[in-house]
Nanobody, 124 residues
């Protein structure tokens, strides 16, 4: 059973930065990883994903050039560096894992395991 624990959320002013981290246990590291977020009153949406090797990454258009996803398989962690944050980036950010060894999924339903989420609030 894979367990995912997110950390690094918080309150930041617009234009600021945060680095989210997701620690995975119960896995050998051969999982694609993704970040999703859910704003108040909205559905959860895809943010970024990375293949198990780290060679393939995907981003939703609204975060391209501002967010960077990375992973360290020696530590079983995945990070999301968020720069130039905007109020519309506010939400609960979730880490997810999928056993697919190919391209990382960008669809919520394809992920098998989920963390509990970490709150990110960007003030204007």
């Amino acid at each position: 059973q894979v367990r995912l624990v997110e950390s690094g959320g918080g309150l930041v002013q617009a234009g600021g930065s945060l680095r989210l981290s997701c620690a995975a246990s119960g896995t050998s590291g051969t999982y694609a990883m993704g970040w999703f977020r859910q704003a108040p009153g909205k559905e959860r949406e895809f943010v970024a994903a990375i293949s198990w090797s780290g060679s393939v990454t995907y981003y939703t258009d609204s975060v391209k050039g501002r967010f960077t996803i990375s992973r360290d398989n020696t530590k079983n962690t995945v990070a999301l560096r968020m720069n130039s944050l905007k109020p519309e980036d506010t939400g609960v950010y979730y880490c997810a894992a999928d056993g697919n060894l190919g391209y990382p999924p960008r669809v919520e339903i394809d992920y098998e395991y989920w963390g509990q989420g970490t709150q990110v609030t960007v003030s204007s």
